[in-house]
């Protein structure tokens, strides 16, 4: 288990030392991320927990469960996918070195099972995240960062607070000591891990951030680093005294999901839809926390990561993020990958996306829950309709190798976990893909992006606070 | 007794550099109030361990009986100190970058530079 952590860093340091040789750290990164890959059956399959060090409950436990497998799954999946597509770009040894790096902290959050350990990693693999998203050193990449910086370590510090008086309490660090905990310091720690969640409200630094990083950047914040609080807060709400999290996630989560939808349908920059919809499936998945959700986070991470590389290697190309520039321009290919994403979000059959949206749909509580849930799915493939409705050009010929390589994987995934989760009640999904691209056709004219208000600093951090303190309140009332 | 008010003055100083990272339109002084804001988190570690005592935890001999302070929290904050360092350091580089580039630390000004830019 410990060499799943270590590897990778590893991997990095070697990385590092061997900066100035571009090829051989590219190399490096692929030979790291497969070693650690060939690791992962041994901890899935074993069941095992661990402590380090010899302080008994002090030391920092470690275990792997059935929470974590989909997530430890989904970061080598979309860690091969990035490094692949990142050959003969003109990286540098220290890109693979921060991104090697990551992986391992990524993985050591989702063994950990104490609260100091996991604040650490947290911000090691944010500080790593800053640096990657302005990493080509542009003005709007450092505000972007920037942004994010100053709202994620603020509500980080509320996360310390939080542990600070789980401490107090208790007197342990160990995850298991939330058991029996106040509820002040629950909502602090709800509250602090909420402004990483990309939840609509408490963390609207995410478009800006996701729609600027580098290509390679974008999909590991949108399919790891935003993974963090929904892995962290389902296994918090096992614990009794997170008994209240759950009406409060199903309220702010349908509220996301929607609103996220409608952000980006009205948007006219590929990176910013894909973006938004990142907020909308964070919604979706926190709707009822659980083991579905998990599972889920698993499979947008796959098809957010295939999105996220097709438009991005698209926009790179091309000169442009418009959508509606590309029509005629992209090749059949990219054509083809791009259409096995979109119908994987928007929830098709036979894809990974309607496996895991439909069973979390169909355990929805009530049947209002559930007809809100139906119509943000609706929304999702209205605004995948833009890109389902793309007119590939005449040219065939293909990306380079290892991009093929990368698009190959994960389309592989996606259409696997489909066929095999894949039970009859699923067909209901096709009525939201049905209804969702009629409305497209219908409302196509009238699309206009909606103002960036909510996404300045100053209102960005007000309604996180403003957020924060309702959620404070909702805690007293649904816990006394 | 020290560690209770501790606790509450960095609890207070929290609060300042919040209310502080949201009133200023200055985004060197947005960045010095989030430094506010990790100081009092660092201190309020130091409370939660003087709460038993303010000895320092080198105790030789019997130490059922004295006053020493809970060496745990101090142990742990010493990270959260070096990873507040990190992030003012890295914060100010993104704001050295912006102001080479827009030569002002205005905050809607330079939203509002971006904002014209997109359209």
């Known amino acids: 288990m410990i060499a799943l952590v270590f590897l990778p860093v590893l991997g990095g340091i070697i990385c590092l030392v061997l900066k100035d040789k571009k090829s051989v750290s590219s190399n490096v990164a692929i030979i790291t991320v497969f070693a650690s890959g060939s690791v992962l059956p041994f901890v899935i399959f074993e069941d095992a927990s661990i402590i380090l060090g010899k302080w008994g409950s002090l030391g920092i436990g470690m275990a792997v469960d059935e929470f974590a497998i989909p997530f430890l799954l989904s970061t080598f999946i979309v860690m091969l996918a990035v490094i692949l597509n990142s050959i003969k770009r003109g990286y540098d040894g220290f890109f693979y070195a921060l991104i090697l790096i990551l992986y391992g902290t990524l993985n050591s959050i989702f063994l950990s099972r104490d609260l100091f350990s996991i604040f650490v990693t947290i911000e090691l693999a944010s500080i790593i995240s800053f640096i990657l998203i302005s990493y080509e050193k542009k003005p709007r990449q450092a505000w972007a960062s920037l942004k994010y910086l100053l709202l994620s370590s603020l509500g980080l510090n509320f996360y310390l607070l939080g542990i600070g008086i789980v401490y107090m309490e208790t007197g342990s660090f160990a995850m298991d000591s939330l058991e029996h905990v106040s509820t002040i310091a629950t909502v602090l720690i709800f509250g602090g891990l909420a402004v990483k969640s990309g939840l609509f409200f408490f963390s609207m630094w995410l478009p800006d951030a996701h729609s600027n990083a580098p290509i390679e950047v974008s999909p590991i914040l949108s399919g790891l680093i935003v993974k963090l609080d929904v892995y962290l807060s389902i296994r918090f709400i096992t614990y009794s005294s997170f008994g209240w999290m759950r009406d409060t996630y199903m309220i702010i989560g349908i509220v996301s999901a929607i609103v996220g939808v409608v952000f980006a349908v009205n948007s006219k920059n590929a990176k910013r839809v894909l973006a938004y919809h990142t907020i909308s499936q964070v919604g979706f998945m926190l709707v009822n926390c659980d083991k579905s959700s998990a599972w889920h986070g698993f499979s947008h991470a796959v098809f957010k990561t295939l999105l996220f590389l097709v438009v991005g290697n698209i926009s790179a190309r091309l000169g442009t993020k418009e959508y509606s520039k590309w029509s005629g321009k992209i090749t059949k290919v990219e054509y083809a990958f791009l259409l096995i994403g979109s119908l994987a979000i928007a929830g098709f059959p036979m894809t990974s996306g309607c496996v895991t949206k439909e069973i979390i749909i169909h355990g929805a509580c009530c049947p209002s829950l559930k007809i809100l849930l139906l119509i943000a799915s609706a929304g999702t493939a209205m605004s995948f309709s833009k890109f389902i409705f793309l007119k590939p050009g005449k040219s065939s010929s293909w990306p380079a190798a290892n991009t093929v390589a990368a698009y190959s994987i994960l389309s592989g995934v996606i259409i696997l976990h489909g066929i095999i989760g894949f039970e009859i009640y699923m067909f209901e999904s096709l009525l939201a893909v049905i209804a969702g691209v009629a409305t497209y056709l219908l409302l196509r004219k009238f699309l206009r992006p909606l103002p960036v208000y909510f996404e300045r600093i100053d209102s960005a951090l007000s309604s996180y606070l403003i957020f924060f303190l309702i959620s404070i309140v909702l805690a007293i009332i649904l816990s006394s | ?119």
Do not use: W
């Open chain 2, 1 to 119: 007794m020290t560690g209770t008010i501790v606790i509450y003055f960095s609890i207070s100083g929290m609060l300042v550099g919040t209310i502080g990272m949201i009133l200023s339109k200055d985004l060197i002084k947005k960045i010095l109030s989030f430094g506010i804001v990790e100081t009092s988190i660092n201190l309020m570690y130091t409370g939660i361990s003087a709460r038993s005592g303010i000895i320092p935890p080198i105790v030789s001999g019997d130490f059922s009986s004295a006053f020493y302070a809970d060496p745990i929290p101090q142990a742990v904050i010493i990270t959260g100190i070096v990873i507040s360092f990190a992030l003012l350091c890295l914060s100010l580089v993104f704001a050295i970058i912006i102001y080479n580039r827009y030569h002002t630390m205005n905050v809607e000004t330079i939203e509002m530079i971006f904002e014209r830019e997109t359209q």
